[in-house]
T-cell receptor, first 109, second 114 residues
C-alpha cells in the first residue's frame, strides 16, 4: 500500500461545476498536509495548506479527516484554468514530505 | 534571483555519459530538495539538504547519483554513466526551513538519455 494515494483520474468536469477529490494517507502520525497544483509540463506550486479545522481560499476548500486518514479538496464554480494535476503532500513526524502521484482534473467548456 | 533557477532546462545525452544538473535556490532558503519526475508519474524524492547538516540521501536510487551543496547556495546533481531509465524531469525546490511544507520549485531540468 502506498503511503499517500490519490485517484489518478482524469476527472472530466463541465465549467461551473463543483468537483471534489480525496487523498488518503497511511501514517496516522502524519503532521501536516498540503495541496499542490501542477500544470502540464510545469513545476508544482503550493495551492493551500490543510488545517485541522479545514480552510477555504476563494473557490477552494480543503478538509482533513484524521479519523479516516484522508484529506479532500473541493473546487466550486470550476474554471477552465483549474485544469491541472492536483498533488497531495503529507509531512510525517520525521519532516519527510510524501507526495501523492496526483489527480488530473480537466475542466471542459 | 526571484525564484529557483535550474540549468540546463533540457539535456539530451547518450547512454553511459555523465551529466550535471544545477540548482540555484531562493536566497535565504536553507532547505533544498531534489526530486525526479518521470512522465505521467508523481515526484520521487532524491536528496535533501538543510544548511550545513548532513544531507538526507535516502532517495538516491543508485550510487551513480550524487549531489553536493555548499552551505546555503548552489547545488549540483550528478548522474554518472547515465541509463535510459534516468530519463525524467529533475526538479529542485527550496524552502525557508525543513519544518514547512511550502516548497518553491524550479522549472526543472528535462533529461533524455538516448
Amino acid at each position: 500500500r502506498k503511503e499517500v494515494e490519490q485517484d489518478p483520474g482524469p476527472f472530466n468536469v463541465p465549467e461551473g461545476a463543483t468537483v471534489a477529490f480525496n487523498c488518503t494517507y497511511s501514517n496516522s502520525a502524519s503532521q501536516s498536509f498540503f495541496w499542490y497544483r501542477q500544470d502540464c509540463r510545469k513545476e508544482p506550486k503550493l495551492l493551500m495548506s490543510v488545517y485541522s479545522s479545514g480552510n477555504e481560499d476563494g473557490r477552494f476548500t480543503a478538509q482533513l479527516n484524521r479519523a479516516s486518514q484522508y484529506i479532500s479538496l473541493l473546487i466550486r464554480d470550476s474554471k477552465l484554468s483549474d485544469s491541472a494535476t492536483y498533488l497531495c503532500v503529507v509531512k510525517d513526524s520525521n519532516y519527510q514530505l510524501i507526495w501523492g502521484a496526483g489527480t488530473k482534473l480537466i475542466i471542459k467548456p | 534571483g526571484a525564484g529557483v533557477s535550474q540549468s540546463p532546462s533540457n539535456k539530451v545525452t547518450e547512454k553511459g555519459k555523465d551529466v550535471e544538473l544545477r540548482c540555484d535556490p531562493i536566497s535565504g532558503h536553507t532547505a533544498l530538495y531534489w526530486y525526479r519526475q518521470r512522465l505521467g508519474q508523481g515526484l520521487e524524492f532524491l536528496i535533501y539538504f538543510q544548511g550545513n547538516s548532513a544531507p538526507d540521501k535516502s532517495g538516491l536510487p543508485s550510487d551513480r547519483f550524487s549531489a553536493e551543496r555548499t552551505g546555503e547556495s548552489v547545488s549540483t546533481l550528478t548522474i554518472q554513466r547515465t541509463q535510459q531509465e534516468d530519463s525524467a524531469v529533475y526538479l529542485c525546490a527550496s524552502s525557508w526551513q525543513r519544518n514547512t511544507g511550502e516548497l518553491f520549485f524550479g522549472e526543472g531540468s528535462r533529461l533524455t538519455v538516448l
